[in-house]
C-alpha cells in the first residue's frame, strides 16, 4: 500500500483545514487508518485511528472533540478534519495503514505516507 497525504497549510489559529490521504491498491479496506503528527523537536504522537470499516474511530485526548477521523473506502482514501486550530497543532501530519486495529502506536502500522505539513499562525 502507498498512501499520499495532502491538505496541508498555513493556517490562523481558530480555524479548520481538512488532510487527505489517498492510497493506491485494491485492499485499501482491508486496512485500518491513522493519523499521527510530529511537532519540530517533539516526539511523534497519535492523533486518530479508524477501522477498516470506519465503523470504530479513536482520537487522542487532547484532540477530541476538535479532530474528525473518517475514510471512503470507494475512493481509496481516509480524511482528517481538524477545526479550532491553535498554535500547538503545528506538525507534520502522516497517515498510516495497519493489517491489524486502529491502535495508537506507531509500530502497529505497517505503511505511512510522506507527511503533510500544518502551520497554525497565532
Known amino acids: 500500500v502507498q498512501l499520499q497525504a495532502s491538505g496541508g497549510g498555513l493556517v490562523q489559529a481558530g480555524g479548520s483545514l481538512r488532510l487527505s490521504c489517498a492510497a493506491s491498491?485494491?485492499?485499501?479496506?482491508?486496512?485500518?487508518m491513522g493519523w499521527f503528527r510530529q511537532a519540530p523537536g517533539k516526539e511523534r504522537e497519535f492523533v486518530a485511528g479508524?477501522?477498516?470499516?470506519?465503523?470504530?474511530?479513536s482520537c487522542a485526548d487532547s484532540m477530541k472533540g476538535r479532530f474528525t477521523i473518517s475514510r471512503d473506502n470507494a475512493k481509496n482514501t481516509v480524511y482528517l478534519q481538524m477545526n479550532s486550530l491553535n498554535s500547538e497543532d503545528t506538525a507534520v501530519y502522516y497517515c498510516?495503514?495497519?493489517?491489524?486495529?486502529?491502535?495508537?502506536?506507531?509500530?502497529?502500522?505497517?505503511?505511512w505516507g510522506q507527511g503533510t505539513l500544518v502551520t497554525v499562525s497565532s
Open positions: 479508524i477501522s477498516w470499516s470506519g465503523g470504530r474511530t
Open positions: 491498491g485494491r485492499t485499501f479496506s482491508s486496512y485500518a
Open positions: 498510516a495503514a495497519s493489517r491489524a486495529a486502529y491502535g495508537s502506536y506507531g509500530d502497529e502500522y505497517d505503511y
